[in-house]
């Protein structure tokens, strides 16, 4: 499974974002979807999450209540909505797809767990 994010950019604080995800490929199901971030010198954080299976969202606590998450499964697209933004939410964003491809037939197959490429945020103060 293929994925291409876009939707970074330079804007200052306090402004918004909205950054997009498309996957691609044959898979049976996704199970979740999720936006990670890696800023300068740190590791990649979780910035917030869909359960396929029962909508439940999880949000890094420094985003909630700012940022949103939301899939299209029509459109095969995550999207992540970003407001208020702040000087520390600069970073790469990386959109995070988890499933299962598809086996013989249309049973379920081995689960996978894809990565876009990643685009750039950047909040100047």
């Known amino acids: 499974v293929q994925l291409q994010a876009s939707g970074g950019g330079l804007v200052q604080a306090g402004e918004s974002l909205r950054l997009s995800c498309e996957y691609s490929?044959?898979?049976?199901?996704?199970?979740?979807v999720a936006w990670y971030r890696q800023a300068p010198g740190k590791q990649r954080e979780l910035v917030a999450r869909v359960s396929s299976q029962n909508g439940d969202e999880d949000y890094a606590a420094s985003v909630k209540d700012r940022f949103t998450i939301w899939r299209d499964s029509a459109k095969n697209m995550v999207y992540l909505s970003m407001n208020s933004l702040k000087p520390e939410d600069t970073g790469v964003y990386y959109c995070?797809?988890?499933?299962?491809?598809?086996?013989?037939?249309?049973?379920?197959?081995?689960?996978?767990?894809?990565w876009g490429q990643g685009t750039q945020v950047t909040v100047s103060s």
């Open positions: 490929g044959s898979f049976h199901s996704i199970t979740s």
């Open positions: 995070n797809v988890v499933g299962l491809l598809r086996g013989k037939g249309w049973s379920p197959g081995r689960n996978f767990n894809s």
